[in-house]
């Protein structure tokens, strides 16, 4: 059983305010993930960390931000939401040493934004 | 960059039917997974393969690593209801730490 959270599950919020998409795991991993998804459609890589004060951007390009000042920790930030940022929004981890099959998911965040 | 194309994009099937769908890419891949996402959830890993040619099999489930590696399949025997939603191969080249998700191949079972 994977011990990795997403809040909030469902967020509904005005253009131009600023949301934070909170992610936590308890599984002491080292590299964590955000992954946006449209609905049905594939999943996209959009940030990722090694550990602790390492955060990468990933293959698609997303005007969020993300931080990793803790290892359990990986939030990412919209400082002015906009309708194109509707979309559901996945965090993973996975630990040092494992491989892919050791990559666990969150239930998700579907934010959408009026 | 990478991309990943799954096929069928929907299969409408009956109870008991058994399903087959594939996923190729333009570039080698040495690591295939498939995953399975119900509505509102993350995905939920069924099949890792990490050898060109390797036949994997997790209950009903079975998944390939094609000899090209540029190639896998998924085939599930004899579908049950549970079995709705939406599937999704995912592949990994070597040193990367990047996964690339296909299109998702959704399975809905007539009644």
């Known amino acids: 059983e994977a011990d990795i959270y997403q809040t909030p599950r469902y967020l509904v919020i005005g253009t131009g305010k600023k949301i934070t998409l909170e992610c936590s795991q308890t599984?002491?991993?080292?590299?964590m993930y955000w992954y946006q998804q449209d609905p049905g459609m594939e999943l996209h890589l959009i940030h990722y960390?090694?550990?602790?004060?390492?955060?990468e951007k990933g293959d698609l390009s997303s005007e969020s931000t993300v931080s990793r000042i803790r290892t359990e920790h990986f939030p990412l930030t919209l400082e002015s939401a906009r309708p194109s940022h509707t979309s559901q929004y996945l965090c993973?981890?996975?630990?040092?040493?494992?491989?892919?099959?050791?990559?666990?998911f969150g239930s998700g965040t579907q934010l959408s934004v009026l | 960059g990478q991309q990943l194309n799954q096929s069928p994009q929907s299969m409408f099937i009956q109870e008991g039917e058994d399903v087959s769908m594939n996923c190729t890419s333009s570039?080698?891949?040495?690591?295939w997974l498939w995953y399975k996402q119900d509505p509102g959830e993350g995905p939920v890993l069924l099949i890792a393969?990490?050898?060109?040619?390797e036949l994997t099999s997790n209950g009903r489930l079975t998944a390939q690593f094609g000899i090209t590696r540029k190639d896998s399949f998924l085939n599930i025997s004899a579908s049950i209801p549970s079995d709705v939603g939406i599937y999704f191969c995912?592949?990994?080249?070597?040193?990367?730490?990047?996964?690339?998700f296909g299109t998702g191949t959704r399975l809905t079972i007539i009644p």
């Open positions: 993973a981890s996975r630990g040092e040493g494992g491989g892919w099959e050791k990559l666990f």
């Open positions: 599984m002491g991993h080292d590299k």
């Open positions: 960390s090694y550990g602790v004060n390492s955060t």
């Open positions: 570039s080698i891949f040495n690591t």
């Open positions: 393969l990490y050898k060109a040619g």
């Open positions: 995912a592949g990994s080249s070597n040193g990367n730490e990047k996964l690339t």
